[in-house]
């Protein structure tokens, strides 16, 4: 057992030996961490680490590339969801990505509820309008465009549509929101609106992110990964590691040593 | 930002060390003050421990404001974070330690018996060098990131509280052998609140020991055995 990974009781989910393989190349080695319900857990290191690579493994995205193996378990509240249709993975686990991406051709309240058309599951108007309002409530998105849920997504702001994209991973009230780098590409204050929701939707979500800024990993989680060269380095809670990290490989990326 | 940030830490360390260096300076000429023996002491060394507290004053405002700049600007974390805090800690001690030295010399301007003085001026000067080793090995623990000297200056401590009820024993035995008057007990007090000043000094040294071991290891041993 690594001492540099901090156990968790009863995590919401866990990755036992999980190894995902570029041909050849291993991108995320033998990574075995558990997550605390309702938290966020920020995953860090440099580019190349295998941050994206791990948190598109734990939705099965890889499973879309022939040349990519992915090996371990991934359990999800009891259930080995690598023996799970990948349908029913991503009702459980929504996900949103760097660049905002509404459906472009939908309407903001379509895109809500894309998922549910596109997985053909029917719904009564009640039920939809339901939906919408309360994913878009949750992402403190129902005030601004309650009065125009027929307008296209894409005539929102930069941070109104990635919340848009947080609403759309929400409607299905899945129980893990994993994100990629969601404020990269926004300004500073799209992006402080991010993190405050993320630290309101933790109430009733597990969130995992991946991140290039410490600040605001510092800022945002409660637990902290470091990855290094594909291997999961320490995994503590965030105040405990930036301050006073175990592994001196976590010590000098936080340092600026090397990034 | 790295390059900013490390050049920002070292100017900070290189007016830490210059203010200890003053403050190491007060102790050598309160030391030297000690071991002659005179009472009061010559006007030119009270200028000099004067000139250098105003400079001990001026320097903790200036590392004070570079701290705090440091950390809104660079947002360090880690080993930075826990030296600068550290170095915080510790600048707040050395100032006090400045200011004790300061009281030392007014202290030894109110004696008005010499005898009294020279009775128990030899337990004053090895207590008086014994706190000065636990302020010099603990500034040292700090700059150098040397454990064993931050570890020795805490268990020290005890010495030199055992020096300070020693003192207050041969205080009452002496004020036994000298003719009771008005100058007899303003030197005893004076001269009470003295070692006083100087087990308190020594304290401050256990401070910066502490303030040492959080920066080294990230833990808070204050009030907790090291």
Same mark, same amino acid.
Request: net charge positive.
């Given at each position: 057992m690594n001492e540099n990974i901090l156990q968790i009781t009863d995590p919401v989910l866990s990755l036992h030996d999980l190894t995902v393989a570029y041909d050849t190349n291993k991108a995320v080695k033998n990574v075995s961490v558990g997550f605390r319900k309702n938290s966020v857990t920020a995953i860090m290191g440099p580019s190349g680490c295998g941050k994206s690579t791990l948190l598109r493994a734990i939705n099965r995205m890889h499973e879309l590339y022939e040349n990519i193996t992915t090996t371990g378990q991934i359990i999800l509240n009891g259930t080995d969801i690598t023996q799970m249709p990948t349908i029913q993975v991503r009702r459980r686990m929504g996900m949103v990505f760097q660049r905002p991406n509404p459906f472009p051709t939908m309407s903001i309240y379509d895109n809500v509820i894309a998922g549910y058309k596109l997985n053909g599951i029917r719904l009564k108007k009640g039920e939809k309008d339901d939906i919408v309002e309360k994913s878009l409530t949750d992402v403190t998105l129902w005030d601004e465009v309650k009065d125009s #849920? &027929?307008?296209?997504?894409? &005539? #929102?702001?930069g941070g109104q549509q990635q919340r848009l994209c947080i609403a759309r991973a929400l409607a299905f009230s899945p129980e893990i929101i994993l994100l990629d780098e969601p404020t990269s590409a926004l300004d500073p204050i799209a992006t402080s609106k991010i993190e405050d929701l993320l630290v309101h939707l933790k109430e009733n979500y597990t969130i995992i992110l991946v991140t290039h800024n410490m600040a605001q990993a510092a800022r945002i989680s409660d637990y902290s990964l470091f990855m290094y060269l594909g291997d999961l380095v320490e995994y503590d809670k965030t105040k405990k590691m930036f301050t006073n990290p175990r592994d001196r490989r976590t010590e000098e990326y936080l340092t600026g040593k090397f990034g | 930002m790295t390059i900013k940030k490390d050049e920002a830490l070292s100017k900070i360390m290189d007016e830490f060390e210059s203010m200890a260096n003053k403050v190491l300076e007060q102790l050598d000429l309160l030391e030297h003050i000690f071991a002659s023996g005179e009472i009061p002491v010559i006007q030119s060394r009270m200028e000099q421990m004067d000139e250098n507290e105003k400079c001990i004053d001026r320097l903790e405002m200036k590392i004070d404001d570079r701290i705090i700049q440091s950390i809104v600007l660079y947002q360090p974390v880690a080993s930075d974070i826990r030296k600068l805090f550290a170095c915080f800690r510790i600048i707040t001690n050395l100032e006090r330690i400045g200011d004790y030295s300061i009281n030392l010399i007014h202290f030894l301007n109110r004696i008005k018996q010499q005898e009294i003085y020279d009775q128990l001026l030899d337990m004053i000067y090895t207590m008086f060098v014994s706190s000065s080793q636990m302020v010099k090995k603990s500034i040292l623990s700090f700059v150098k990131e040397d454990r064993e000297l931050a570890i020795w200056t805490i268990q020290n401590d005890v010495v030199v509280d055992e020096m300070n009820r020693k003192m207050l024993k041969k205080v009452i035995s002496t004020r036994k052998t000298i003719e009771e008057g008005k100058n007899s007990l303003i030197s005893f007090i004076t001269i009470k609140e003295m070692v006083d000043n100087i087990e308190r000094i020594a304290d401050h040294a256990v401070n910066i020991g502490e303030a040492t071991i959080y920066f080294l290891e990230?833990?808070?041993i204050r009030h907790n055995e090291p």
């Open positions: #849920l &027929f307008k296209r997504g894409t &005539f #929102l702001s | 990230g833990r808070d």
